[in-house]
Structures are given as C-alpha cells and as structure tokens.
C-alpha cells in the first residue's frame, strides 16, 4: 500500500502524517519550529519524523513521496519568503528531498489546507464546491481562494495572502512583511493575544502570556478576554465579508490552531 507524507510548516510547530490514497490518518508527530536554525535544520527535523513514523509501518507499505505547506508564497520548489519564520528565498522542497529521500510537491500551506478540504469533500461523497475561500488563523493569518475550481495565485504567488489585508485599525502594530496594522496583527494568535493584554493592562488587570489562559478566562466569562476575543473576531468577519462580496464562494473555510482554540470555534 502506497503512502504519503504530509508535512505543515507553522511558525509555532513542525506536524507531520502518514496518510493512506483515501486520506485516512495513519500516524502523525510533531516537533517545535526553529526557524532560527535554518530550512536544512528543519528539513532534518522532517526526515527524523518521516523514518520515526516509517518504523512501525507493515512490510507492504511504502512512503511514496511529501507534500509540504509553508507558510508563504511558493512559486514551483521555491518559498519565496515567510515573514513569520523569518526567512526570504528558501530552497525548501530541495532540503526536504535530500534529507528525506522523497519526491516533495510544495505549496503555501493554506493553498495546501484549501484542495484538501476540497478534495476531501469531494472523496466522502459531498459536493464539489468550485469557489471556495479559505481562512487559516494561527501564528499568523493567512488564506486561499479558488474561483472556478483553480487555486487563485496571482502575478507574484501571493494570491490569497488575506493577512496581509489593512485592518482600519491605528495602533501601528508592525507586521512581519514591514507594513502596519495588517489584519494579522489582530486576528491571529499573537494578535488576540496582544488585544487581550492591552484591554488587561489599561484596566489593571493582568496580562497573559498564552491564548491558552486567555481562553480559560474566556471560559470563566471574562468581561475583558470576552470583548477581545469578539473585538477581534468582527474585524476577521468584516475583512472576510469584503472578500466574500469580492469573489462569490459557495463555501469558507476557517481552519488554524486558533479557530477552534480552548474548544470554543470562532463562527
């Protein structure tokens, strides 16, 4: 039996998986990213994680090559850059060929999340939606878009890059690609994090170190973590309904580690 490894490049976290041809998880791991260290690093890092989960695999299963997201615009073997790794031109599906031993397809990581979920449909019997938008919130924000059943990518591989959107807000936050007040410096982890610790901090209270504790406090019904937490999810609804009005999609998507972070989805 044929398998692949599936890798998702995060700038908090390094996941892996085994997946059968109908997409059926098999074994998964993960690692902490350390950008720092560089794309070779992080290529080994992936090979250990692809032999480890290859040990305990029957006889007649074999991992018959990768597919990797990254986050940041990808054109061909390429990442171009990803600001919140702190990397330019990168030289990624290279590494993880060499260090792996397996052909590697990759792809910006929500561009990646996006023909999943629609390929995933499609296998278990749903419809197969032909424009669709794709919101990912984590470490950063990021997005895809297919508009008559392709990946829309744009003149310079960015297409999609919903982060990156100005957000209306004024606080002059510093995003990764240099601009200001992008609507990843609200909407995602970080984001909500520092929106929750200046509302803490200006009424005395205090401040948080991880969404986790936010969302604990969100739990316990929080007036302050309440108003973040809906504070920054109308500016990702307002940004998303431009978008929506924009390109017409029968269906979005929100995926991330914070969309359904503390076991309260973002809807």
């Known amino acids: 039996m044929d398998v692949a490894l599936g890798i998702d490049i995060g700038g908090t976290t390094v996941k892996s998986a085994l997946v059968d041809r109908t997409g ?25 994680m692809a032999k480890d989960m290859s040990k305990d695999l029957p006889d ?96 310079h591989a960015c297409g999609g890059e919903i982060g990156h959107i100005p957000s209306g807000k004024s606080e002059k936050r510093v995003c990764g690609c240099g601009n200001l007040d992008c609507l990843e410096t609200y909407a995602s982890a970080n984001g909500l994090l520092a929106t929750a610790n200046n509302l803490f901090v200006t009424n005395q209270v205090s401040a948080v170190p991880t969404c986790e504790e936010l969302f604990e406090r969100v739990k316990a019904g929080d007036r302050l973590a309440t108003k973040a937490l809906d504070d920054t999810i109308d500016l990702l609804a307002r940004a998303l309904a431009g978008i929506i009005n924009t390109i017409d999609p029968e269906m979005v998507i929100i995926g991330g580690g914070l969309s359904a972070a503390g076991g309260t989805p973002i809807r």
């Open 24 to 48: 059926a998880l098999i074994q998964k791991r993960s690692v902490r990213t350390e950008s720092s260290a560089g794309h070779v690093k992080m290529a080994h890092d992936i090979a250990a």
């Open 60 to 155: 007649r299963c074999t991992v018959v090559g990768a597919g990797a997201g990254a986050p940041g615009p990808v054109e061909g073997r390429m990442l171009l850059g990803a600001v919140n790794l702190g990397w330019g031109e990168t030289p990624l599906a290279q590494a993880i060929e060499r260090s792996s031993g397996l052909p590697t397809v990759l792809l910006n990581d929500a561009n990646a999340a996006a023909l999943g979920e629609r390929w995933a449909a499609r296998s278990h019997g749903g419809d197969l939606a032909e424009n669709l938008l794709f919101a990912t919130l984590g470490t950063g924000v990021g997005g895809a878009i297919i508009v008559n059943g392709s990946l829309l990518n744009g003149a």
